[in-house]
């Protein structure tokens, strides 16, 4: 039990940090402003559970409504205007 | 492994996919739709991980938040509401 338990615990935190690196790695590649706020998406999601895992759940919930906020403002300066 | 580990197991690695296939696609629209997929899966993960009612609720603001996201970036790419007329 708490064999398997550890063992899932560190594939839940190996996917998380694949998910932070490969999300990282793409907003610095990317050019266009969308795919850079997509791949900066990615990246929180792979930070969301380790808020969780810790217990700050107060934290992950001020973090899961401010995230998308500061996109909402990012994407008002990058939208695209007049066509 | 009881059954809620293999649960977070799998979305686990659903969202790892999802990730993958976001990395990989050339259009910027066909990239939201995975961003979704791995909105859910993180959810998922998060539901699962730590057995607390508020971690419900952390759960359900995370999804709230991503769907607003990333339908928020489709709306603004696809160029927003036609006022021209």
């Not at chain 2, 790892?16 to 976001?22: G, K, M, T």
């Not at chain 2, 993180?42 to 759960?59: K, N, R, Y």
């Not at chain 2, 769907?67 to 006022?83: K, P, Q, V």
């Given at each position: 039990?708490?064999?398997?338990?550890?063992?899932?615990?560190?594939?839940?935190?190996?996917?998380?940090?694949?998910?932070?690196?490969?999300?990282?790695?793409?907003?610095?590649?990317?050019?266009?402003?969308?795919?850079?706020?997509?791949?900066?998406?990615?990246?929180?999601?792979?930070?969301?559970?380790?808020?969780?895992?810790?217990?700050?759940?107060?934290?992950?919930?001020?973090?899961?409504?401010?995230?998308?906020?500061?996109?909402?403002?990012?994407?008002?300066?990058?939208?695209?205007?007049?066509? | 492994?009881?059954?809620?580990?293999?649960?977070?197991?799998?979305?686990?690695?659903?969202?790892?996919?999802?990730?993958?296939?976001?990395?990989?696609?050339?259009?910027?629209?066909?990239?939201?739709?995975?961003?979704?997929?791995?909105?859910?899966?993180?959810?998922?993960?998060?539901?699962?991980?730590l057995?607390h009612?508020?971690g419900?609720?952390?759960?359900?603001?995370?999804?709230?938040?991503?769907?607003?996201?990333?339908?928020?970036?489709?709306?603004?790419?696809?160029?927003?509401?036609?006022?021209?007329?």
């Amino acid at each position: 039990m708490q064999e398997g338990s550890i063992a899932v615990n560190e594939m839940v935190t190996v996917s998380c940090g694949a998910l932070i690196v490969i999300g990282t790695i793409l907003t610095i590649k990317e050019s266009d402003p969308f795919r850079k706020l997509i791949s900066l998406g990615i990246m929180i999601g792979g930070v969301m559970p380790f808020i969780v895992d810790r217990g700050l759940l107060d934290v992950a919930i001020a973090v899961a409504l401010i995230a998308p906020l500061s996109t909402l403002f990012t994407l008002m300066i990058c939208g695209r205007g007049e066509p | 492994m009881t059954p809620q580990e293999a649960a977070v197991m799998v979305c686990a690695a659903i969202a790892v996919y999802a990730a993958i296939r976001v990395a990989l696609e050339p259009d910027t629209l066909r990239k939201l739709p995975f961003l979704n997929v791995l909105s859910f899966a993180i959810t998922g993960v998060i539901a699962l991980v730590l057995p607390h009612p508020l971690g419900i609720v952390a759960a359900a603001a995370y999804f709230v938040g991503s769907t607003l996201e990333s339908n928020a970036i489709a709306s603004t790419y696809a160029g927003g509401l036609d006022r021209r007329e």
